[in-house]
């Protein structure tokens, strides 16, 4: 687009008290730019009329030196246009008093304006309009996989809202385990007592609905593709399929079991589409149905203990030792009887935490449905028996939101017993059993006879033991590092709920964590929500989350590339395929736009419109390094590579609460720190600059990046640039990476703090001046 550049400044919110307004709008007239205009209040209506009459003039490319680019967004929006905010407000006057008559001489706080100006300037020549990516071909109808309560609630939430909805299920009859269960826990008020399963009535209303089709027997051989084009074959569980096809093509070609042939015309149509990288060939599936996105709906299984694992409570050894699931089996066929003989069971132990090695620890994968669970089951033997007694030994009792009238009600029944404890042994008594625990709320050890116990085991996602979307991406089938998040599929339940780390993909149910039937309702609509939006991301060629609308997406100089393979890699989301060679294959939709793989690339040949290489880049070099030669003690000047999910925030509260740090310092906002290119920071120290930190989300087992494993990547990459420093023959303490969360701002003084004394210890850049 041929550029017509306006700089706009305001003056308000006391800007032009602290600044040098004048001197400041020299700034962008020196850099070229002809329209510089300033304003008291550019937010306001007079304010926005201004910036719309020169838009009307054919100005196209705004730099905007106001507030944070996280306020009045809205506002400072205007189609077909460039926009680039200036943190005048938050990052420098709210953050650095005046220092316009400083004891050194120096206005700190001017220079910083005056950079940061500069650096708006620089950018918003390295960058364009973004245009959106459009599928040739998109499909909208929506694919569960898993047609449990899950699977059921969220397609009937997709298809009132007007969409074709396939229901996958591995199993002959949908239902899944609600479809097992004697009673379930209470879904609506006053949520006191136990109701018949209302998965029957689901069932029947999902028949009503002509856009839902169900496909029972029948699992996910292969999802291929990306968000709005996804190619998905079907097959029956255990049978085998063969998808590549082999080149060259041969004179006739069989490519599925079935023995179908396809027409070697149309083969070699896709041949030729391969080699000009228009088509994936192993994608290629001529059987496969088309779908927009995925809803995960696969459910739990239950926990297998391993060998001797509660050999202490009697299982594996004691028939009457059961666990929860195998406790509501035996309660589903009638009235509750001991395994070992079929007598009846009159007194039942309800264990909920293995009370072994003395901690407080629960069963594994356990919470507040397991805790619930007891509670329905031992509702089971007070409805069986008139004179049942159930004990309930727990280290935590978890009820949560209105389901603590559910433990309310139990707590008033006669024959229902409650007692915090540790179960440390389950021994025979004659036909029954002796159960002991210990560290009581009575302060004493208590011996109860059982006709049955029952563990408390947990929910296990499926996705610990079978990745069950079976993905054609290069960086596998399932969810990688799925340990990170203890096997569930979410990618990060607490920022952006439903969303795995496969964009188009969404979790809901048990496979993302355990729940009870009635939040699994409520969760599945969620998960329906999420990929209606995806659908119409896609379709309008823009990010869905969590850069939700951003039009971007990674542009390729394929010519320099050495098929190092790192994007594909390293990217968080599998959004890269790549061929035999290992040149990337990018498939926009899957994008989340974080820039790990602009990050991780060694050649530079990855970036995207408004926020590349080049871009960041020119604002480094932007930034002015005092020497020797304009002061006697020249300030020092400090680099941060900021993410702008976790940090850039926690910059702007720290300045809505005017908390002050060093003026050395300047802020450049990064997509996310696995975007962050190694050779910036070479470009900083080269150019004279004291020092770089990174500050961004938490990673490890305090585990917040909202890009997965953008911090990761970035602080791996850190620990590698100690030989780049010592090629300069610099200190690698110049370089350091810190960690913030978004609630953290009052930290960020004395995070800058410490690393500015670090850098004065070292002294200035040896670099400085030349």
């Not at 029947?204 to 709005?228: D, M, Y």
């Not at 666990?323 to 007194?347: C, H, L, M, W, Y």
């Not at 025979?428 to 029952?454: P, S």
């Not at 390094?625 to 020092?636: I, M, R």
Request: charged fraction near 25%; proline fraction near 5%.
């Amino acid at each position: 687009m041929d550029k017509k550049y306006g700089v706009y400044i305001c003056t308000g919110c006391g800007i032009g008290e602290a600044l040098d307004i004048d001197k400041l709008s020299g700034i962008p007239k020196s850099e070229g730019v002809g329209i510089v205009k300033t304003h008291p209040f550019l937010c306001s209506k007079e304010g926005v009329e201004l910036l719309k009459q020169d838009i009307a003039e054919g100005v196209n490319a705004l730099v905007i030196g106001a507030c944070s680019r996280r306020v009045n967004f809205d506002v400072f929006r205007f189609d077909g246009c460039l926009v680039d905010r200036v943190n005048l407000r938050e990052q420098v006057v709210w953050t650095h008093p005046s220092t316009k008559n400083a004891e050194d001489g120096i206005d700190h706080t001017q220079m910083m304006a005056e950079d940061y100006l500069k650096m708006g300037v620089i950018k918003t020549k390295k960058i364009t309009l973004p245009e959106p990516y459009k599928l040739d071909t998109f499909c909208r109808k929506i694919l569960v996989i898993g047609g449990g309560i899950a699977g059921i609630s969220a397609a009937l939430d997709a298809a009132k809202a007007g969409y074709e909805v396939t229901i996958v299920e591995k199993e002959s009859a949908i239902g899944g385990y609600a479809a097992k269960v004697r009673k379930q826990l209470p879904v609506e008020d006053p949520f006191e007592n136990i109701i018949p399963p209302i998965i029957s009535g689901k069932i029947k209303e999902l028949e009503s609905f002509s856009n839902i089709t169900v496909k029972t027997n029948t699992v996910v051989a292969r999802i291929a593709g990306q968000p709005g084009d996804f190619t998905v074959t079907l097959k029956k569980p255990g049978e085998k399929i063969e998808f590549d096809v082999p080149f060259p093509l041969p004179a006739e070609m069989k490519v599925d079991e079935s023995g179908k042939e396809y027409e070697k015309d149309k083969l070699n149509e896709l041949y030729k589409e391969y080699n000009e990288g228009r088509v994936d060939i192993l994608s290629f599936d001529p059987n496969g149905e088309k779908f927009g996105s995925v809803i995960l709906t696969a459910g739990w299984r239950p926990y297998k203990a391993e060998e001797n694992e509660f050999a202490h409570l009697g299982f594996g050894a004691i028939p009457d030792v059961v666990t929860n699931v195998q406790f509501e089996e035996i309660a589903a066929k009638g009235k509750i009887t001991r395994p070992s003989d079929g007598k009846e069971a009159k007194s039942v132990v309800f264990v909920q935490s293995p009370g072994q090695g003395g901690n407080d620890n629960d069963f594994a994968f356990c919470g507040s449905v397991t805790s619930l669970v007891s509670l329905k089951q031992a509702k089971y033997v007070r409805e069986d028996y008139t004179d049942g007694k159930a004990y309930i030994f727990y280290q935590h009792m978890r009820t949560p939101g209105l389901m603590e009238n559910f433990y309310k009600s139990l707590q008033q029944d006669a024959g229902i017993f409650l007692t915090k404890g540790e179960v440390v042994s389950v021994s025979k008594n004659g036909n029954g059993m002796i159960v002991e625990a210990d560290n009581t709320l009575l302060g004493e050890k208590i011996q109860v006879k059982a006709d049955m116990v029952v563990l408390a085991t947990g929910m296990v996602p499926v996705t610990a033991d079978d990745p069950v979307i079976n993905l054609a991406y290069r960086q596998g089938p399932g969810f990688r590092d799925i340990d990170l998040f203890d096997k569930y599929a979410d990618s990060n339940f607490i920022c952006f709920p439903y969303e795995t780390q496969r964009t188009g993909v969404y979790a809901a149910g048990c496979i993302r964590r355990s729940m009870t039937m009635e939040e699994t309702i409520e969760d599945a609509a969620g998960a329906a929500l999420k990929a209606i939006q995806c659908i119409e991301s896609a379709n309008r060629g823009v990010s869905v989350h969590p850069r939700s609308g951003d039009m971007t997406f990674p542009d390729f100089f394929f010519q320099r590339c050495t098929q190092c393979k790192r994007c594909t890699e390293e990217c968080p989301f599998g959004a890269l395929d790549d061929d035999e060679k290992g040149t990337p294959k990018p498939n926009p939709t899957r994008c989340r736009r974080c820039g790990t793989c602009m990050g991780a690339c060694p050649e530079r040949i990855i970036g995207f419109a408004d926020y590349n290489i080049d871009s960041v880049g020119s604002m480094v070099k932007a930034i002015g390094v005092p020497s020797e030669d304009d002061f006697d003690e020249p300030p020092l000047r400090i680099l941060g590579l900021v993410c702008e999910n976790d940090a850039y925030p926690a910059l702007d509260m720290a300045g809505m609460n005017r908390l002050n740090y060093s003026p050395c310092v300047r802020i450049v906002p990064v997509r996310c720190l696995g975007s962050t290119n190694v050779i910036w920071i070479k470009d900083a120290l080269s150019q004279g600059m004291d020092g770089v930190f990174l500050l961004g989300c938490k990673h490890g087992d305090d585990y917040q990046c909202h890009f997965v494993k953008g911090s990761e990547l970035a602080s791996i990459r850190m620990k590698k640039i100690g030989e780049a420093l010592q090629s300069l023959s610099l200190e690698n303490e110049r370089v350091a990476q810190f960690e913030v969360a978004i609630d953290e701002y009052d930290k960020i003084p004395k995070i800058i703090g410490d690393f500015v004394e670090i850098i004065e210890g070292l002294g200035p850049n040896p670099f400085k001046g030349f």
